[in-house]
């Protein structure tokens, strides 16, 4: 290990800066936060330098580094594009032992800096060693998408409660065992949820039993997307990996299934057209069940659960049950899968608005509104519509869409195993029949379609 990581206080500390530049505003800008003492040297102080002065209270000298210059700092910054004088400032540090850092050359450098997760007080940091900082960056990005900006409240709140909590339990073991709880489970999901005062509330109220404890479950509703698990929310993803149990349809790709807990109980609920491995109503008492026994119950739901999904129904059940929830969204399999298929939804040369239809109606009827449906310049989308492909370019025919109007289809939209096939409303049905197409599967009707072949970028992006 090269580098000792370390978190050095700067509050209120001198600090200096020599060069003013783009790359010197960029640290000066990270020095502040800490709440540092920030001097400025430099021949000519640049614009974005010179625009945080009073922002920061920057003491500012236009001039040249001189030894004398370092005495009195506590950490020197040396950003300047002037090689002599990266040395010089260098050296200086090191025989007053100052921790220095000279921006792009680590061979100068007593301590570099590394790239930063910053959810105050939670403060996480990577560094390559200075061998590739695009890389340490990279890493960032990733510990990122799992650490959800409310973790800093969540800290403080621990912090608020760490002296009341050890009072309250004397044993080392109950006491780590009782903040695990509380860190993962419904009080941490209130303050996830912007809830604070509740959650402040509810860990109050824990402190007042004889046994603390979290018993009481939960229910996340998330929105799984069309297929691609890139397009899961980061607290769609958080939520999947802690839950207890995951109950999840058809349409949950297997990705997306593995980016859950592993010891998770996985439970399957999928439907297919004539054929419902559990009714809708079991379904919704399943949840309450489980949630009842103090589990965290993820519900894991193709697209986005509002939008033909029955998400509405099943949240019903949990608020007349009186049963904690969450919804997370998700991208919609319309907009999914007609951004994969290069269809813009709308366009200003082809369609002022769009229209979400369902083609399995409660009663497995066609009537719909097809005079509507039928007018010009919109966007029509069709879910769970295969079935009913014939009927649905019937009766957009018959009220007045031309013959020849474009239609298209998408198979497992947003996957690799993505197929689009267009074509005219007059043949639609034929040529989908003999292309062998399966659900899942999306109806896309309007102008355009025609934009497709043009903007199809998915298609050539991906293996085959």
């Not at 050890?166 to 073991?173: A, E, M, S, V």
């Not at 966007?379 to 018959?398: A, N, W």
């Not at 267009?422 to 102008?447: M, N, S």
């Given at each position: 290990?090269?580098?000792?990581?370390?978190?050095?206080?700067?509050?209120?500390?001198?600090?200096?800066?020599?060069?003013?530049?783009?790359?010197?505003?960029?640290?000066?800008?990270?020095?502040?936060?800490?709440?540092?003492?920030?001097?400025?040297?430099?021949?000519?102080?640049?614009?974005?330098?010179?625009?945080?002065?009073?922002?920061?209270?920057?003491?500012?000298?236009?001039?040249?580094?001189?030894?004398?210059?370092?005495?009195?700092?506590?950490?020197?910054?040396?950003?300047?594009?002037?090689?002599?004088?990266?040395?010089?400032?260098?050296?200086?540090?090191?025989?007053?032992?100052?921790?220095?850092?000279?921006?792009?050359?680590?061979?100068?450098?007593?301590?570099?800096?590394?790239?930063?997760?910053?959810?105050?007080?939670?403060?996480?940091?990577?560094?390559?060693?200075?061998?590739?900082?695009?890389?340490?960056?990279?890493?960032?990005?990733?510990?990122?998408?799992?650490?959800?900006?409310?973790?800093?409240?969540?800290?403080?709140?621990?912090?608020?409660?760490?002296?009341?909590?050890?009072?309250?339990?004397?044993?080392?073991?109950?006491?780590?065992?009782?903040?695990?709880?509380?860190?993962?489970?419904?009080?941490?999901?209130?303050?996830?949820?912007?809830?604070?005062?509740?959650?402040?509330?509810?860990?109050?109220?824990?402190?007042?039993?004889?046994?603390?404890?979290?018993?009481?479950?939960?229910?996340?509703?998330?929105?799984?997307?069309?297929?691609?698990?890139?397009?899961?929310?980061?607290?769609?993803?958080?939520?999947?990996?802690?839950?207890?149990?995951?109950?999840?349809?058809?349409?949950?790709?297997?990705?997306?299934?593995?980016?859950?807990?592993?010891?998770?109980?996985?439970?399957?609920?999928?439907?297919?057209?004539?054929?419902?491995?559990?009714?809708?109503?079991?379904?919704?008492?399943?949840?309450?069940?489980?949630?009842?026994?103090?589990?965290?119950?993820?519900?894991?739901?193709?697209?986005?659960?509002?939008?033909?999904?029955?998400?509405?129904?099943?949240?019903?059940?949990?608020?007349?049950?009186?049963?904690?929830?969450?919804?997370?969204?998700?991208?919609?399999?319309?907009?999914?899968?007609?951004?994969?298929?290069?269809?813009?939804?709308?366009?200003?040369?082809?369609?002022?608005?769009?229209?979400?239809?369902?083609?399995?109606?409660?009663?497995?009827?066609?009537?719909?509104?097809?005079?509507?449906?039928?007018a010009a310049n919109q966007?029509?989308?069709?879910?769970?519509?295969?079935?009913?492909?014939?009927?649905?370019?019937?009766?957009?025919?018959?009220h007045g869409c031309p013959?020849?109007?474009?239609?298209?289809?998408?198979?497992?939209?947003?996957?690799?195993?993505?197929?689009?096939?267009?074509?005219?409303?007059?043949?639609?049905?034929?040529?989908?029949?003999?292309?062998?197409?399966?659900?899942?599967?999306?109806?896309?009707?309007?102008?355009?379609?025609?934009?497709?072949?043009?903007?199809?970028?998915?298609?050539?992006a991906s293996p085959t």
């Open positions: 290990m090269e580098y000792f990581p370390l978190f050095i206080k700067l509050n209120k500390r001198n600090c200096l800066v020599v060069g003013a530049g783009e790359i010197a505003a960029r640290k000066i800008a990270l020095l502040a936060r800490t709440g540092a003492i920030i001097t400025v040297i430099a021949n000519q102080i640049g614009t974005s330098v010179n625009s945080m002065k009073d922002q920061h209270q920057l003491i500012i000298k236009e001039k040249s580094f001189t030894k004398a210059d370092a005495s009195g700092f506590q950490l020197i910054i040396s950003a300047t594009n002037d090689s002599a004088t990266n040395i010089l400032v260098a050296e200086t540090a090191t025989e007053l032992n100052i921790p220095v850092n000279v921006v792009d050359n680590p061979a100068l450098c007593s301590f570099i800096f590394p790239a930063i997760i910053d959810r105050s007080p939670i403060i996480a940091a990577v560094s390559s060693g200075g061998s590739s900082p695009v890389l340490a960056r990279l890493l960032r990005a990733k510990i990122e998408s799992l650490i959800p900006p409310a973790y800093g409240q969540l800290a403080s709140l621990a912090e608020k409660f760490r002296t009341p909590v050890k009072q309250h339990i004397l044993d080392p073991t109950k006491r780590r065992i009782f903040w695990e709880q509380v860190l993962q489970g419904r009080i941490a999901e209130l303050v996830f949820s912007g809830k604070k005062q509740q959650a402040e509330s509810q860990l109050q109220s824990l402190l007042t039993q004889i046994e603390p404890t979290d018993k009481q479950g939960e229910v996340y509703l998330v929105g799984a997307g069309p297929g691609d698990p890139d397009l899961l929310t980061f607290r769609a993803l958080r939520l999947m990996q802690q839950a207890d149990v995951v109950i999840y349809d058809r349409l949950v790709s297997a990705e997306i299934l593995d980016l859950t807990r592993r010891d998770s109980e996985k439970i399957y609920v999928g439907k297919q057209r004539k054929n419902h491995s559990l009714p809708q109503h079991s379904i919704n008492q399943l949840l309450a069940s489980l949630a009842k026994q103090g589990k965290r119950v993820v519900r894991l739901k193709g697209g986005d659960p509002f939008i033909f999904g029955r998400g509405g129904e099943e949240i019903e059940t949990l608020v007349e049950e009186g049963i904690a929830f969450q919804i997370v969204p998700g991208i919609t399999a319309a907009s999914g899968c007609a951004t994969y298929a290069g269809i813009p939804l709308t366009h200003r040369d082809h369609a002022q608005s769009c229209t979400f239809v369902t083609g399995h109606l409660k009663d497995n009827s066609p009537n719909l509104n097809w005079p509507q449906l039928s966007t029509i989308v069709f879910y769970m519509g295969l079935s009913g492909l014939e009927e649905i370019c019937h009766s957009l025919i018959k013959k020849n109007h474009p239609i298209a289809i998408i198979q497992q939209g947003t996957t690799p195993h993505q197929r689009v096939i267009t074509g005219i409303l007059e043949t639609f049905p034929e040529l989908v029949a003999r292309e062998g197409i399966k659900a899942p599967t999306l109806i896309i009707v309007g102008t355009v379609v025609s934009l497709h072949d043009k903007l199809k970028w998915f298609e050539t």
